[in-house]
């Protein structure tokens, strides 16, 4: 039951005071909580699939960079991140923390197309001001803080469902000054921050020699306060390599892990400890990483999610048992939810976001429970068996093909 867009209850008959609420069947479709994709880039989606055989910072400099610095230019950004936003807007996501790259016409664009699809995002002008190309890069800190600055007065109350989000691409691309600037910024707007964190053993390394003066990856951000803790809301990306005293502060300072084991893979960079932070009571939603990954399905992201901790109990720590299907689903509706409020449950008090799936499509001689039916949808992972999607309350607007 919605009303204002929010969950009144979940109810076997409809209570008196609802009668007169219209009333829409599914029949025997699936009602699902909406997805939420905690780490994914906008701007990548384009040539997604490309340079899979490679490691990350390879992959960085031949694809990622070349390809981003094509967003200076409006007509190629309207034409990428309108494939984006219309694959987000068909598939089972209702909420999305999304990287845009550091071109602020480009960025406001993106944040118009995602508003327009109907679903919650973040949007993050993407920082960087050292250890990328020249046509990638700001002139210096100051610059950036600037350019980052006028972009968030311009869109902070511009929309109702799109909102900034700060976004240091990752501590090699930040200099200790832009760090710095980039916290004021936070101070000043409250504004969430989302980045990466120990994706990459290279990229490990890489943080350990520009930063001589932390004892972690970790720490080049929690420095400057720019990792959860003090009201400030972090995402961060990855964390396959955190030290116990990063996975501390992980949890003591709130901060969410977005997990993203298509990419994990596809990059080589190994297999998050995702059981191990659950049970260590860290934060943990799910994240499709485009490029890095190749599918937006966050559904597609769930069952990655299983099979990557089957690996890592299998061939690394058999003291942490892999997830199982109904754990994942827990990641990728309530687990990356939370993060932007009561969102991800069907209970009183919730936004209501809704995912109606119809499976009458998946063939099958037996007959099925709810859970089973759940789990063949999750593992097949196709965006043609949505029928209806609803984000806070209102319905989106499906393309044709996708009903």
Partial sequence: MCKNEFVHGVFDEIPDEYLHFPIIDYGDSLIIPGLCDLHTHAPQYAFRGLGMDMELLDWLSTYTFPEESKYIELDYAHKAYTLFA?????????????FATLHTPA???????????????MVGKVCMDRNSPDYLRQVDAKAAQAATKAWIE?????FKNTSPILTPRFIPTCSDELMGLLKEL??????????????????????????????????????????????????????????ESEEELLKSRGVYVAHCPQSNINIASGIAPVRKYMEHGINVGLGSDVAGGCHLSIFRAMSDAVGASKLYWRLIDEKYKYLSINEAFYLGTAGGGS????????????????????DSGIATTNPLTLEER???????????????KYVRGKEVQLSEDNR
């Fill in 86 to 98: 219309n694959a987000i807007k068909n598939s089972a996501t209702t909420r999305a923390c999304v």
């Fill in 154 to 158: 311009s869109t902070i109350y511009r």
């Fill in 107 to 121: 960025t406001i664009l993106l944040m118009e197309k995602l508003e327009a699809t109907g679903i919650v995002s």
């Fill in 339 to 358: 993060f932007f409020g009561k969102v991800g449950r069907f209970e009183k008090g919730y936004e209501f976001d809704a995912v109606i799936i119809d």
């Fill in 186 to 243: 936070q101070r000043s707007y409250y504004l969430p921050v989302q980045s990466h964190l120990s994706e990459n053993l290279g990229e490990v390394a890489w943080v350990q020699e520009l930063c001589p003066d932390c004892d972690s990856y970790a720490h080049a951000y929690d420095r400057y306060g720019m990792f959860g803790g003090d009201g400030v809301r972090t995402v961060m990306a990855h964390c396959v390599y955190c030290k």
């Fill in 374 to 388: 759940l789990a063949r949808v999750i593992y097949y992972s196709e965006e043609s068996f949505i029928q209806a």
